[in-house]
């Protein structure tokens, strides 16, 4: 497994990531999210609404150069969408994917 899907599953044991659409939704509404990731395959409706979401609550959306299979087998739950909740966690985020081509901001 990769650095960045071992750091999301850090990530998620450390009770710092929201997946589903709905919770990552709820997250970014509170102020809660410090950035949303996106699987590859995510469908283009689910990233179009979180894209504007983001864009209104001003937190960065990434989309991994992973599939949703690969997201959900490194966290242990099914994910397509997830919300990073922890600042630090959220920059070495960012950090690994600008150090790869693993992740594209939207």
């Given at each position: 497994m990769d650095k960045l899907l071992n750091f999301l599953g850090l990530c998620r044991r450390a009770g710092k990531?929201?997946?589903?659409?709905?919770?990552?939704?709820?997250?970014?509404?509170k102020g809660e999210s410090q950035l949303v990731i996106i699987a590859s395959?995510?469908?283009p409706n689910t990233e179009k609404k979180l894209s504007r979401t983001c864009e209104t609550h001003n937190v960065k959306l990434i989309k991994l150069d992973r599939s949703k299979e690969e997201i959900s087998i490194a966290i242990g739950r099914?994910?397509?969408?997830?919300?990073?909740?922890?600042?630090?966690?959220?920059?070495?985020?960012?950090?690994?994917t600008q150090n790869?081509?693993?992740g594209n901001s939207l």
């Open positions: 990531l929201t997946t589903g659409f709905d919770a990552v939704e709820e997250t970014l509404i395959d995510t469908s099914f994910a397509a969408t997830a919300s990073v909740t922890d600042k630090g966690f959220a920059q070495n985020i960012e950090r690994l790869e081509t693993g």
